[in-house]
């Protein structure tokens, strides 16, 4: 594909406006503010460094590199797998509703696309894109011919532009300040994905308690801005 027009799909990817519901879910955020744990944009910013390095370095950047592979090599066991393992490392029932709705949501998208009936693997890997929402973007980036590391660095900024527009509803936190957040925290992202790159596979999982507890204790939070 053209580079052109695979950067223009990988825009589309990540976009805010792709109907996958990311924008309802604070991912513990909610919890956090509501218990003064984030309060400004300097326990903002703590609070997702821990998340990037202690989740995503190790855990979904890993898993969606070899989600990635395995589409390439048309690996149905590794990726079954590797989608299964996502999943199952999710540590609160939210966390895991989260993953299966937003995985649902971004299969659905593929599969209404212009180009869908070329794509065999929405059928005969249906179940295992029905588990993470990483499965089907690593199927997307195949298909149009992204890169890993640029598949990897859109998946991560995804994440972070949508952790900084919770914020800014939830503390509140002026716009200015959610653009200072996200232009001091990108500069993260290479090193980032630079690590996650070199993790073996008996070395993924994420260590991140405080977002677990969080997520846990936002189930049942009386009143909530974003879903459980």
């Avoid at 649902?104 to 009936?117: G, H």
């Avoid at 089907?136 to 900084?164: C, M, P």
């Avoid at 716009?175 to 990108?186: F, K």
Wanted: hydrophobic share 40%.
């Amino acid at each position: 594909m053209n580079s052109d027009i695979a950067n223009l799909r990988l825009y589309q990817l990540i976009s805010p406006t792709l109907p996958i519901g990311s924008f309802t879910y604070s991912q513990g955020m909610e919890w956090s503010v509501e218990s003064d744990w984030i309060n400004n944009r300097e326990t903002l910013s703590e609070w997702l460094v821990s998340v990037l390095n202690d989740s995503l370095v190790w855990l979904e950047l890993p898993i969606l590199l070899r989600l990635f592979d395995a589409c390439h090599n048309n690996d149905t066991n590794s990726f079954n797998h590797w989608s299964e393992q996502l999943l199952a490392s999710r540590e609160s029932m939210e966390l895991r509703q989260e993953e299966l709705n937003r995985a649902r949501a971004l299969l659905s998208v593929l599969n209404k696309l212009p180009d869908a009936s070329s794509w065999t693997e929405l059928h005969e890997w249906g179940d295992a894109l029905l588990n993470s929402q990483a499965s089907s973007f690593a199927l997307a980036a195949k298909h149009w011919g992204i890169d890993r590391r640029q598949t990897l660095i859109a998946y991560a900024w995804s994440w972070l532009e949508n952790a900084v527009t919770v914020a800014v509803k939830l503390i509140p936190l002026g716009q200015s300040d959610g653009q200072t957040t996200l232009y001091h925290l990108s500069n993260s992202l290479p090193d980032a994905i630079d690590m996650a790159m070199s993790i073996g596979d008996d070395d993924i999982g994420a260590s991140t308690p405080a977002l677990a507890i969080a997520s846990s204790l936002h189930e049942t939070q009386y009143t909530r801005l974003f879903r459980s």
